[in-house]
């Protein structure tokens, strides 16, 4: 007798490994779930109660990203145990910006065949992200796509939602002359700037394997190094320090990302050189030979999170920041604007 799957699975669509993989990853995605959460996986939506008691006035603050072509590597290198915690990473930093504390997330993988096998380390990755945020994995949807996408190959978005106090909003409307610039370390490439980062190793003709120029590291691993999460770092800063604004260092670098927090009458000076760059950092330079500016266009250049406080808080924060192990350095101060030059500078 024929199964009631057997036309979909002709079809190139295997319900019956996707039941497989909800019964494989419930247990991870429980190790994720906060008190907030009132539902287990498989339902038709995630329920999560808010606890509204240590807020005035609560704002829900949400986000979406994905990771970009960083999923090539992903596919190239057959390495998918980090990519999720890229994916968590890429929304979480955007929320923490604005001063929210990360409450869900949710993701959508997609594929043309689903490899459990794949599916089940890349959630793994999801989950460890949701655990460095602190929030929990509300659900997801897993699509099989047959002729969709190349064999072997799938695609990931995520999307969190925090909640803030209205009055603690972080927005850089009070930033003013003399407030100081703090750079917080990036672990590596972070998941911006990808098209041209494979563009740079195919053309290197450096195997996975060969080791980054200069260093002990092999150039896939700095390659594929996940995101940095700030979350909790962040978080213990703003309970107890006004942070006046705040940048997630992704797309468009320091030139296009600074003035999305700026007031129009300021400037933000950067100092090159007063913070570690990654060696991954020189290597794509030269070999793509391109500049310093260009570079700061493109990639987070080792800052991958920017905070910005009053001039006397600023050796208080980097304190804390080291403390917790985030490498943080002075990078620049808020100057006045000489009337519609451009909002960044950066000083080589």
Not at 45 to 69: C, R, S
Not at 122 to 146: F, N, Q, R, Y
Not at 281 to 305: A, R, T
Request: glycine residues 12%; proline residues 3%; contains cysteine.
């Amino acid at each position: 007798m024929a199964s009631r799957s057997d036309a979909y699975k002709a079809a190139g669509v295997n319900i019956d490994a996707a039941n497989d993989f909800i019964g494989r990853i419930k247990g991870m995605v429980g190790s994720t779930f906060t008190k907030g959460v009132v539902t287990d996986i498989g339902g038709f939506g995630g329920l999560f109660k808010l606890d509204l008691t240590q807020m005035e006035e609560p704002v829900l603050v949400a986000g979406t990203d994905g990771v970009g072509t960083k999923l090539k590597l992903a596919f190239a290198l057959d390495k998918h145990d980090t990519i999720g915690i890229d994916l968590v990473a890429m929304s979480v930093n955007d929320i923490l910006v604005q001063g929210a504390k990360p409450l869900f997330f949710l993701d959508y993988f997609a594929t043309g065949k689903l490899e459990v096998g794949v599916a089940e380390t890349v959630l793994s990755g999801i989950v460890e992200g949701c655990k460095m945020s602190s929030c929990a994995l509300l659900g997801g949807e897993t699509a099989e796509m047959p002729g969709f996408y190349a064999d072997g190959e799938y695609d990931l978005s995520g999307f969190c939602v925090g909640m803030v106090d209205n009055a603690n909003i972080v927005d850089g409307s009070s930033i003013t002359i003399g407030d100081s610039i703090i750079g917080l370390a990036s672990s590596g490439v972070h998941s911006n700037g990808y098209s041209l980062v494979r563009k740079l190793y195919d053309e290197s003709g450096l195997a996975a394997d060969d080791l980054l120029p200069g260093t002990d590291q092999k150039i896939g691993e700095a390659l594929i190094t996940p995101t940095k999460i700030y979350a909790d770092a962040v978080r213990n800063i703003i309970r107890e320090i006004e942070v006046k604004g705040m940048v997630h260092v992704t797309g468009g670098g320091f030139y296009d990302n600074l003035p999305r927090i700026l007031p129009q009458q300021v400037t933000a000076e950067i100092n090159f050189g007063t913070w570690e760059v990654l060696p991954v950092f020189n290597w794509m330079k030269e070999q793509g030979n391109l500049s310093w500016p260009e570079m700061l266009q493109i990639f987070n250049c080792g800052i991958g999170y920017i905070m910005v406080v009053k001039g006397d808080r600023e050796e208080d924060v980097i304190n804390r920041l080291n403390g917790m192990d985030i490498k943080s350095w002075k990078i620049g101060e808020i100057t006045a604007r000489d009337g519609d030059s451009e909002q960044v500078n950066v000083n080589f």
